[in-house]
């Protein structure tokens, strides 16, 4: 098994075997620190975390499905601390190495098993996405990725985060590993073919740079080719007001879920950890909060109504390449700002998005598709198909 110089595994050669064959056979995975498997304590990212719980008494329903289904699993993936970050450093371990890029951020907070996936650790690898820890580290690492269906995947045996918006994605470097990932894990259901495409205007203007534009641009005239790709805004909301709408219930719901354990055992966090659950901390469930509520029920309804089952929107992932890491700390936050105005399109929305690799000059770059309510499947046969036909 090849050495993790990636600073990946907070447990590597957990070496747990399949329990029986299947679709994923001789495969192998890892798993993001806030998954329960039986016998490991998980530290959440902090190890104030890890001393003040127990170990898992049985493995989390996904981790078990995987193992039913003939995966190995190869170990414990790092995490930004409670999975409330998008910037894959954490105070606690070394950092976590982005092997496209090593002086830029592998993207969080599913870091360790985006940098395990695309450095060849793992033939794939399963995290949470909330507000982007799947997407966004899949982007910059160069890999697929997918945050499914809100809800359509229990998270039973997950550590919550944000429970209107937590959900478990996974990520592999092939396209037809995301979808066999998906066999396993998705229910069962209907499934159409698409037959419109639109290009979302509002996410295409927030891109970092003209190059990266250029490169999309042509990714999709390639990807596309012999279909029609109409031009589109969002419907009902903008993404101002989504991305804030996303901040609110965040917020109250984080500090909901981890407010009296931090009360009570004063972790020590990192900077911005700390400062994000402290302005949790201050949310209340108001008329500020049941606005947002009321909002997200809305556009979640009006994206349903938009997309159908035959129907795909198109946008980039991030803002752009991974940030390096000797950014200042005001552009970093302004990256943050701006992936988060198009990671909570999905998010809000409750839909699937899957992203795709691009590579712009050396630099992984990420495209992405949102599809229709519990069109997961057909999502991934589309893009698994999509880069077989684009392969030949």
């Known amino acids: 098994m090849e050495q993790d110089r990636f600073g990946a595994f907070i447990e590597d050669e957990m070496n747990i075997e399949p329990v029986s064959k ?16 039986k016998g490991h304590v998980n530290s959440a990212g902090n190890p104030d975390w890890q001393r003040t719980h127990s170990a898992a008494q049985k493995h989390a329903w996904a981790v078990d ?14 995490t930004d601390e409670l999975m409330y970050s998008l910037k894959g450093d954490n105070i606690h371990f070394p950092p976590t190495i982005n092997p496209h890029l090593p002086e830029s951020f592998s993207g ?4 360790g098993s985006a940098v395990a ?20 580290p899949s982007s910059y690492c160069g890999l697929f990725g997918i945050r499914p269906t809100h809800g359509v995947i229990t998270l039973d045996g997950v550590i919550p985060l944000a429970p209107s918006f937590d959900t478990v994605g996974w990520m592999a470097r092939k396209a037809d590993v995301l979808a066999k990932v998906g066999e396993c894990l998705l229910p069962a259901q209907e499934e159409s073919s698409y037959r419109n495409f639109y290009l979302l205007e509002d996410a295409w203007e927030l891109i970092s740079s003209e190059t990266v534009k250029a490169t999309l641009n042509h990714s999709v005239s390639k990807l596309f080719s012999g279909r029609t790709v109409q031009h589109c805004h969002l419907p009902f909301s903008s993404l101002s007001e989504l991305v804030e709408t996303f901040r609110i219930i965040q917020g109250v719901e984080a500090w909901q879920a981890h407010g009296r354990w931090i009360e009570e055992n004063h972790p020590q966090f990192g900077k911005d950890i700390a400062g994000r659950f402290d302005a949790a901390s201050k949310m209340k469930r108001d008329e500020v909060f049941e606005r947002a509520v009321q909002i997200k029920k809305q556009f979640r309804q009006e994206m349903r109504n938009l997309l159908g089952s035959d129907s795909l929107l198109i946008l980039p992932t991030t803002y752009g390449p991974a940030p390096e890491r000797n ?17 909570c399109i999905a998010g809000v929305s409750g839909l699937p998005q899957v992203t795709i690799p691009i590579m712009d000059h050396g630099r992984p770059i990420g495209l992405s598709l949102i599809s229709g309510d519990s069109t997961d499947k057909q999502l991934l046969a589309f893009v698994e198909e999509l880069f077989k036909n684009n392969a030949e």
């Open 22 to 37: 299947g679709l994923l056979d001789h495969m192998n995975f890892a798993v993001k620190d806030a998954f329960a498997v």
């Open 65 to 78: 499905q995987l193992l039913k289904n003939g995966a190995f699993l190869r170990g414990m993936t790092v």
């Open 108 to 111: 969080g907070s599913s870091s």
């Open 117 to 136: 996936a695309a450095a060849g650790l793992a033939d794939f690898a399963i995290g949470t996405d909330t507000g982007g820890s799947v997407r966004i």
């Open 327 to 343: 950014a200042s700390f005001e552009e970093s936050e302004k990256v943050r700002a701006q992936t988060m105005k198009l990671t």
